[in-house]
């Protein structure tokens, strides 16, 4: 066993309050910055699309059947935008009610 002399407490609560944020915390940035870079994240990657540059061979082929089957693949994409959309309503929801709770 090493003679390090960690501190298990304050490690402990570093990791807790970096859950809390949402990930590490930088020495100059406070959990709220920390997590409207996460919602910031969030709002870009939602809207998800069946609309992809395509890569590699066969990119005429692969230009035709995404065309052919759009009707088949857009729906989900749809379904799952809206879903997005209303996790993050929700969670944004449930933060301002903590906000409120935490206030009081």
Request: no cysteine; glycine share 6%; charged share 35%.
């Amino acid at each position: 066993m090493a003679d390090d002399t960690t501190d298990v407490a304050a490690l402990f609560a570093r990791l807790k309050e970096e859950v809390r944020a949402g990930g590490p915390v930088a020495a100059d940035q406070t959990p709220a910055q920390v997590r409207l870079s996460v919602r910031d994240q969030a709002e870009r990657l939602w809207p998800v699309s069946a609309e992809r540059p395509i890569v590699g061979k066969g990119g005429p082929i692969k230009g035709i059947l995404r065309r052919l089957m759009r009707w088949y693949v857009e729906p989900t994409w749809a379904d799952q935008r809206a879903f997005n959309s209303a996790v993050l309503k929700l969670i944004d929801d449930l933060d301002e009610r903590i906000g409120r709770l935490e206030r009081r």
